[in-house]
Every structure is written in C-alpha cells, then in structure tokens.
C-alpha cells in the first residue's frame, strides 16, 4: 500500500547540499515527491511504499550531508497523489521565518584537489568551493539563501558552472558561491608574485573570507618586527598558518584531539604550547608566551600560497619555457588581523589601502565582497575538546539551543571582547566577536552586525538587557534605545547564567565567577565572586578579600600597582621608580582616585609583579599568561590562605612570596596556582554544606587559564560535584551577552 508524508526539517538544512541528498536518496528508493528550500528551512512530500518510506526517514537522520544539522523533524500523513517522479521546486520566500544560515566552512577535500590538479579546471583557481564548503555567512546579505542575495550576485555563471550548479547529482548542485577562473571572482596579482613578496620578508595584506590578514613570514625575524612595529602591537601575540597539521607538530605540541580541532572544517586558531624541540620562530610572533596560536589554510587562496601551484591573476596558469624558477613556498606565515590596534579587521578594498596602507609593503585583494566581517576565531583544547576562546568565523551565525521557547531580546554584552546576543524560539543567536567597544569604528561594527542579524533571523525585540557598568557603550547603546524594556544585569551573574543555559541547566547552581573587572552592586570592581544563582538571581555568598586598586585604568596596565594594593608598606618594586611607588602608595592611603576591588584578574598581576615577571602589560590578561606559562605541573605545594566569613584572604600568601623574595618564579607561580585552586574548593564545600547544592558552573576570563581551570575541576570532581565548564561559548565577557539573554527571558517570563 503506497504511502505518502510530508517531512519539514529545521536546523541548518540550507545550502549545504541538503536538497540533491534528498533527491538522490528519494530516486534511490524509487519514491516519488517533492523538495523544497522556504524561509523557515527545508520541506518534502514523499510517495512509495511504507518501507521504502521508513528507509527514507532513516537516512534523512543518518546520511545527511556534513554541513548539514537537523535540529527539528516533524512528518505528517497525507492522502496520495499518485504524481509520478521527483523534482526539486523552487524556494519559497515568506516573511516572517527565517532558515539557519550555515557559518564559512574550510574548504574541503575534494575542493582542494580540484584547485591542486594540473588536470582540472579549477587548477590553481583562489575561489573554489562546493555545496560542503566556502563562504557563507560573511557574504549573506538576506535569505532565503540564495545566490542573489549574496555577494557572489554579480558574478553570472558560465555555462560549464551553471550546469554543476543544476545537475542535482553534482556536489555543486546549488552551491550559491559556485564559480571557476572563467566567470567567478579574481585575484589583483598571482600567486606567486606573492609568494616571491612574502619570502623577500615584505608584509602582504592578503584579502581573505571575512577579513584582511597582514601576513609576513614568520621565519623572518626581521620582517615580524616590522609588522610589529608597523601595527602599533606591542606585545600581544600574532597567529601564525601552517601547511598542515605536520608542519605544525614542528612548531607546537599537537595530541590527536588537537589535531582534529586544527584540521576540522572550522579552522580556528588553535593556542599550543610550543613544542620544546623541533623549530624555534622568531620570539617577536609572541614574546615571553609559552603558547602559541596555529591554524591550518581555510581557503584555496590560502592552499595555494602553501602548495605553489601555478596561478595567474585568478587564472589557471601553465608555467612558459624560459620563466624564473617558482620562488619557495612558505612553511610558516603570520597571519594577523588586518586592523590598525583595536579597531575591526578591514573588509573593503579601498578601505584597506587607506588604512593598512602603513603597514603592508603590498596588497593581495580580489573582487569578491566581503559583507559581514568575521575575524577568526580562537579555541584552546581542554580535557580532550576544543573550548571556544573567541567564537567568530567558521562558528557564527550557527546559534545555540538553549532548550526552550524565549521572548525576543536583544543583550547587549559588555566592553571587552564584546558579543551580543538575539533571541529567537529556541534559538540563541551571538554574534561573532565585535571586539573591544571603546571607539566609534568598533560602535560602527556593533551596529552593523546586529541589523544583519536581526534581518537574516527576523528578530524584533521587545526588550533589551544590559550590564550594569554606566561606562560601557554598550550599556549607553542599549539605554538609548525606545520602545523596549530595559533590563540591568550584574556582570559575574551573567558569566554564571551564561555557563548554565549553555549546560541546558535550570535552578540553583554554585557560580564560580574568576575574571578582571565586572560592576559589582555596592559599586566596586568585582571579580573573584562565589555566588549561589539561577537565572532570576542570585546571592553573593563570598569574593576575594577587597583590595584598593589605586589609578583607575592605568592600575590594569602597570601590575606593580595591584601589589602594591596587597602587600605593607616598606616594600619596594623591582624596575618601578621610588617616587612613582610612593605616590601610588598616597593614593592607596587617602583614598585619591581608588577602587576597591575583588578582581581575580588583578591577584594575578600582584603575584606576577612581585616575582618580578612584569610590572607593565600591553594587553589584557597578559600577566596571567605568562605567569600560567612558568608553572610547574610537578609542584604540589601552596600557600596558607584564610577563610573569614565572605572573604578570602590572601594576604598571608603575598607576605610570603615578599619574603621569600629568591625563590624561583616558577615555584611561586606554581604555588600560587595551588593556593588559588584550593581555596575556590574550599569555598565551593562550604557553600555545598550551607546549601545543599552539588552543580558548580566555573566561569570568568580567568577560566581561560587552563592550568586553574584544570586543577579547580580536578579538586571539585573529586570531592562528588558536578562541574559545569564552557565549551561553545567564551568564558570570558565574550560570553555575558548569553548569560544576559537568559536572565533578562526569566524576569520577562517570570512577570508574565
Ligand atoms: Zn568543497
Ligand atoms: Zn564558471
């Protein structure tokens, strides 16, 4: 008896060869029908017999191509048609619903040798892609997504790509970006016009998916200087592209799980540590750091100026009689974000000229526009999976599931390493890293992204949620906006909500909240918060001891001055002039232009000026890192510290490191790891006996410090909690935006 159904699929089932899976699968069983793209994913009919349609529910679940995710199935029966075959109809568009739109994907394998084959006719083409990789969200301007609503609309199809892209059976089939050296998008220059730039030691500011990169070879001291002094980047460190995961290895410790993460499709940059043997790169690419930042090419133009294939200016290009040898190809490029210090990574032509024009010696571009920059994303691998540092291209505008039906808000995030964040149904949506929000260019970018993305997901929303900071933009942005609710967060109550809605948790957790600088609610600078919290609210059940933290915003940058907050008065810092100690020590003593303070971030700094590791940074966290960077995983000693109602006191720790002042900074550092550690498990028991609460949610920029994090859980474990950590959302305030959206949907809800 034939049968017929219809299937809806949501999730990411678009443009990602989900249509030619479904009509070859349908052919295969002999099922006639129907499949078709709408605006709120992917429907099809199906006829035949209840076997055969059985087999095609399974497959749908077991077979689907890589790209494609299905978040939800619905079938229903439907009386039978009996039309004959199966077609694919074209796309509906209705208003109102919206597809998931699938992130930039790396280019895949069976891309990469048609761009590597002499034979094929993508031969050394920058610009090959398929329906199971290639740009997407950075050249989306609306959905349905469809090629004329990106980027690639003005480039027509030539007759050879047009039949691909029709020829259901084809692995291009419908690929949006399709395209070849005959019709598609071109480079400005060659190949290896490049490649012979790069190896003379010239900065090339190459064009690339959602950004510009300045790149030079990093084997070239003198030209990593350069870029370092051109880029105004003092010290923070620059990524670096490898071939593969091999030539990685020579640079970096790579374990399995490592090594999936750097050659998946994604293709972030991974941080490493650096390998003890094997090849040493200029200290410039990351000074004083033990770690360093790999990623592996993620688009033919970056394939191709690894592997020196012959390419004209887009071209496929044969090698004449009588040419100059092809010049060596790079084992090793830096790979920096096209910007000038903070600001967005530059994604136009023209604008890059201008603004990069100081940096980069020369400029590989291309015709291709970029509408929606996305700078690459940063993960780190803990515990055998990769923990998402920086989540932009290759993870954006993919959303998290957070397991029930929201209200529709906008949240605005915070200051540094902004994100925010839309709701939608089920959906939450962050948008890809904005950066810090401390000028117009950045405000500019924050605006941006959110107008696209509430057009492509089709959200409006009624209310908007904030931190508390008054001076964070994105604060004042969401103050200025009309006609929603408005909504304050407090800053260590997102990072915990953010890590339990990204646990699927509800109800009462123990938040562990380690960071640099977050309001508190008695207006000082928090930020080693123990707290008791659900979405609704919390309690602060304990901090880090309170101390002052003399000169506002230049405290953060000179670390001396949170030792100085710690440790008595006869003590003098190593390389900080007398008078300039003795001021701040004023400070300290009247009151003048002091915080008071339970940063974690800042006993991090303490610790590491008072061994004498820095008494300035350039960028944020660095004393962390490098401090994290000379423990020794062998040491099990540690400090005293003190309990005393709601503090934790670490006074007695920093008069010891004082006095043991010839001890080796790896053995403080390590010792301090310990002590920190131990007292976070011992707040963590006590809080557990008053509450009877087992879940602990760890969250906060210090949680990015893998050596804390790693010895906090262990500790935790053991003693029968629960431990909740991030995995797809930062830990640091690149995450609030999320913890914002769930609490502001609990008051919203709550109230309704
Ligand atoms: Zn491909
Ligand atoms: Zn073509």
């Not at 260590?492 to 509800?506: D, K, P, R, V």
């Not at 003593?589 to 350039?618: H, I, K, P, Q, Y």
Request: hydrophobic share 40%; with cysteine.
């Amino acid at each position: 008896m034939p049968q017929r159904i219809q299937v809806r699929l949501r999730g990411i089932v678009q443009g990602v060869g989900f249509r030619p899976f479904v009509y070859n699968l349908a052919r295969r069983l002999d099922l006639a029908g129907w499949v078709l793209n709408d605006s709120s994913g992917l429907m099809a009919e199906v006829e035949g017999e209840e076997t055969a349609i059985e087999a095609f529910l399974e497959a749908l679940g077991n077979e689907h191509p890589p790209l494609g995710w299905i978040q939800e199935r619905e079938v229903a029966s439907l009386p039978c048609s009996g039309e004959p075959g199966f077609r694919i109809r074209p796309s509906v568009a209705e208003t109102g619903k919206f597809a998931l739109i699938s992130p930039d994907i790396g280019t895949c394998a069976e891309c990469l040798a048609d761009c590597t084959d002499p034979e094929n006719r993508r031969y050394g083409y920058a610009f090959t892609n398929c329906t199971n990789c290639g740009p997407r969200y950075t050249i989306i301007r609306d959905i349905p997504y469809d090629r004329p609503h990106t980027t690639m609309a003005g480039f027509e199809m030539c007759a050879e790509c047009r039949a691909e892209y029709e020829a259901p059976a084809n692995r291009r089939f419908h690929a949006q970006p399709n395209a070849c050296a005959a019709c598609g998008p071109a480079l400005s220059a060659g190949i290896q016009e490049a490649q012979r730039r790069l190896a003379d030691g010239e900065i090339v500011a190459i064009k690339g998916l959602g950004g510009f990169h300045l790149a030079c070879d990093a084997r070239n001291a003198a030209a990593v200087g350069r870029l370092r002094a051109r880029k105004r980047r003092s010290d923070k460190p620059f990524a670096v592209m490898v071939r593969d995961v091999e030539a990685a290895r020579q640079l970096c410790v790579v374990d399995d799980a490592a090594a999936r993460v750097l050659a998946g499709r994604r293709r972030p940059i991974v941080i490493l540590p650096r390998a003890e043997v094997g090849e040493a790169l200029p200290q410039a690419i990351a000074p004083g750091n033990p770690t360093l930042g790999v990623m592996l090419p993620y688009t033919p133009l970056h394939h191709l100026l690894f592997r020196g294939a012959a390419g004209g200016a887009g071209a496929s290009a044969c090698q004449p009689e009588g040419t100059p040898p092809a010049p060596p190809c790079p084992t090793a490029l830096v790979m920096t974000s096209g910007n000038l210090s903070e600001e967005p990574i530059v994604v136009d032509n023209q604008d890059a000229r201008e603004r990069l024009g100081g940096v980069a010696d020369w400029f590989l571009t291309h015709n291709r526009d970029i509408y929606m920059r996305a700078d690459d994303s940063v993960v780190r691998v803990f515990e055998g999976e990769e923990r998402v540092m920086r989540r932009s291209r290759g993870y954006v505008p993919e959303t998290l599931d957070v397991g029930r039906d929201l209200p529709e808000l906008l949240a605005c995030g915070g200051e540094l390493k902004n994100v925010f964040c839309l709701t939608k149904g089920r959906h939450a949506i962050l948008s890809q890293h904005i950066g810090d929000l401390e000028n117009y260019e950045t405000l500019v970018f924050f605006e941006e992204t959110l107008a696209n993305l509430k057009k492509l997901f089709r959200v409006t929303p009624r209310a908007v949620a904030y931190d508390l900071h008054p001076g964070y933009l994105s604060t004042k942005y969401a103050l200025g906006l009309a006609g929603v609710e408005k909504i304050g967060v407090q800053h260590h109550h997102a990072h915990i909500a953010s890590c339990m809605a990204e646990n699927g948790l509800t109800g009462e957790v123990i938040g562990v909240a380690m960071d640099g600088t977050g309001y508190g609610l008695d207006g000082a600078i928090w930020g080693g918060e123990f707290l008791v919290a659900g979405y609704a609210g919390f309690t602060r059940r304990a901090h880090l001891r309170y101390v002052p933290l003399a000169g506002g915003d230049r405290a953060v940058r000179e670390p001396w001055r949170s030792a100085l907050g710690y440790v008595g008065t006869e003590e003098r810092m190593a390389g900080v002039p007398e008078e300039r100690v003795r001021a701040v020590r004023r400070m300290i003593a009247t009151g003048t232009n002091t915080v008071m303070t339970s940063s974690c971030g800042r006993l991090f700094d303490a610790v590491a000026a008072l061994v004498g590791l820095r008494t300035e940074v350039n960028f944020e966290g660095q004393a962390a890192i490098e401090l994290e960077g000379i423990v020794d995983p062998s040491c099990e000693e540690r400090y005293e510290f003190d309990i005393g109602g709601e503090e934790i006191d670490f006074g007695a720790m920093m008069e010891r490191i004082v006095r043991e002042r010839g001890a080796a900074s790896s053995v403080v550092a390590s010792r301090f790891h310990n002590t920190l550690a131990a007292a976070i498990h011992e707040m963590c028991l006590r809080m557990r006996r008053e509450s009877g609460l087992q879940r602990v949610c760890l969250s906060g920029g210090t949680f990015q410090n893998m050596r804390l994090l790693g010895l906090v859980a262990r500790a935790l474990r053991g003693s029968g909690f629960e431990v909740f950590l991030h995995k797809k959302v930062p830990p640091n305030d690149g995450g609030i935006a999320l913890g914002q959206a769930a609490i502001a949907a609990e008051r919203l809800t709550g109230k309704s």
